[in-house]
């Protein structure tokens, strides 16, 4: 925390704002090492209440949140020493649904309207109980792959390769780069198409669609990206999260959906469940994983926002 509030202080002086000393208390019930962005939304936090107690007379939120979540994002890398991009910050500081696409010089950010609730589905995080920030190292060999994959093609990133260009020269890159990068690429690939897919299908209403969206990115994670289980040691020892997508596999079929949710590597996983078996699956993957392990959640507004009070 005490990284990341260095790297907002930083970013806001950096952009030419005039710091000043405060006191702050923050709070929050989200499992540590959950997976859920959690230091994002921290960044959002307080990047916000930097804003503001500095410049309140110049605080306007909205009109700056993709800065916000750019500035969130530098700070992560170059403080806290995990390159993420910013996926995570600008869903955080937007709220909501929202489509994001980082083909320009800086990101747009969509909303896309749509009430989860009305869906007829509950959603879950399933905690691993495994603090994925342990394994910084392999999440940031994930974006590595890719951008030597995009380098070989004399690209900075992968957005800018032809996916046709990339097949025609697969085994090319596979004798180069090895057969991960390869199959992280091709996730890449597919996951985009299947995005727009997801955006489409939530702007017409079919859930359903959508719900089969969400299951074939999860198993591409688990198998192509490889984002799930951790494999420092090598053992295969440890692979709680694909325990608990297991478990809803073995608890779903086919209804609702399932996937691991943020990095990877441990941390939780996002179940879609029909509202009337809802209680049942959260009792049951309780007792099958031996505590409390589903989390409710909702998605909503308003993302980042200041009120000053009284």
């Given at each position: 925390?005490?990284?990341?509030?260095?790297?907002m202080?930083?970013?806001?002086?950096?952009?030419?704002?005039?710091?000043?000393?405060?006191?702050?208390?923050?709070?929050?019930?989200?499992?540590?090492?959950?997976?859920?962005?959690?230091?994002?939304?921290?960044?959002?936090l307080?990047?916000?209440?930097?804003?503001a107690?500095?410049?309140?007379?110049?605080?306007?939120?909205?009109?700056?949140?993709?800065?916000?979540?750019?500035?969130?994002?530098?700070?992560?890398?170059?403080?806290?020493?995990?390159?993420?991009?910013?996926?995570?910050?600008?869903?955080?500081?937007?709220?909501?649904?929202?489509?994001l696409?980082?083909?320009?010089?800086?990101?747009?950010?969509s909303?896309?309207?749509?009430?989860?609730?009305?869906?007829?589905?509950a959603?879950?995080?399933?905690?691993?109980?495994?603090?994925?920030?342990?394994?910084?190292?392999?999440?940031v060999?994930?974006?590595?792959?890719?951008?030597?994959?995009?380098?070989r093609?004399?690209?900075?990133?992968?957005e800018?390769?032809?996916?046709?260009?990339?097949?025609?020269?697969?085994?090319?890159?596979?004798?180069?780069?090895?057969?991960?990068?390869?199959?992280?690429a091709?996730?890449?690939?597919e996951?985009?198409?299947?995005?727009?897919?997801?955006?489409?299908?939530?702007?017409?209403?079919?859930?359903?669609?959508?719900?089969?969206?969400?299951?074939?990115?999860?198993?591409?994670?688990?198998?192509?990206?490889?984002?799930?289980?951790?494999?420092?040691?090598?053992?295969?020892?440890?692979?709680?999260?694909?325990?608990?997508?297991?478990?809803?596999?073995?608890?779903?079929?086919?209804?609702?959906?399932?996937?691991?949710?943020?990095?990877?590597?441990?941390?939780?996983?996002?179940?879609?469940?029909?509202?009337?078996?809802?209680?049942?699956?959260?009792?049951?993957?309780?007792?099958?994983?031996?505590?409390e392990?589903?989390?409710?959640?909702?998605?909503?507004?308003?993302?980042a926002?200041?009120?000053?009070?009284?």
């Amino acid at each position: 925390s005490a990284a990341l509030v260095r790297g907002m202080a930083a970013a806001y002086a950096r952009a030419g704002g005039a710091l000043r000393g405060f006191d702050a208390v923050t709070c929050s019930d989200i499992p540590a090492g959950c997976g859920v962005s959690s230091s994002a939304a921290f960044e959002m936090l307080t990047g916000l209440l930097i804003r503001a107690l500095c410049d309140p007379e110049g605080l306007d939120p909205r009109r700056s949140l993709v800065r916000l979540a750019l500035d969130g994002s530098w700070a992560e890398d170059v403080h806290f020493g995990k390159p993420t991009g910013a996926q995570d910050q600008l869903a955080s500081a937007f709220g909501g649904i929202v489509a994001l696409d980082f083909a320009g010089a800086e990101p747009r950010v969509s909303p896309v309207a749509f009430d989860v609730r009305a869906s007829g589905h509950a959603l879950f995080l399933v905690d691993s109980r495994c603090d994925h920030s342990r394994y910084t190292d392999e999440f940031v060999a994930v974006p590595a792959d890719m951008f030597a994959v995009a380098k070989r093609f004399g690209r900075e990133r992968l957005e800018d390769v032809p996916c046709e260009a990339f097949l025609e020269d697969l085994a090319g890159v596979r004798a180069e780069l090895g057969d991960r990068a390869a199959l992280r690429a091709l996730h890449y690939f597919e996951e985009t198409r299947r995005v727009a897919a997801q955006r489409r299908a939530l702007e017409k209403g079919d859930f359903p669609a959508f719900l089969a969206l969400v299951r074939q990115s999860g198993m591409s994670s688990a198998q192509f990206l490889q984002n799930v289980s951790p494999r420092a040691d090598a053992s295969g020892a440890e692979q709680p999260a694909m325990v608990a997508l297991a478990l809803c596999a073995h608890l779903l079929g086919e209804r609702g959906a399932y996937r691991i949710h943020g990095g990877g590597f441990g941390g939780s996983v996002l179940a879609f469940v029909p509202d009337a078996e809802a209680e049942a699956f959260r009792a049951r993957m309780d007792a099958l994983l031996g505590f409390e392990a589903c989390l409710p959640v909702a998605i909503g507004a308003p993302g980042a926002c200041a009120r000053r009070i009284g």
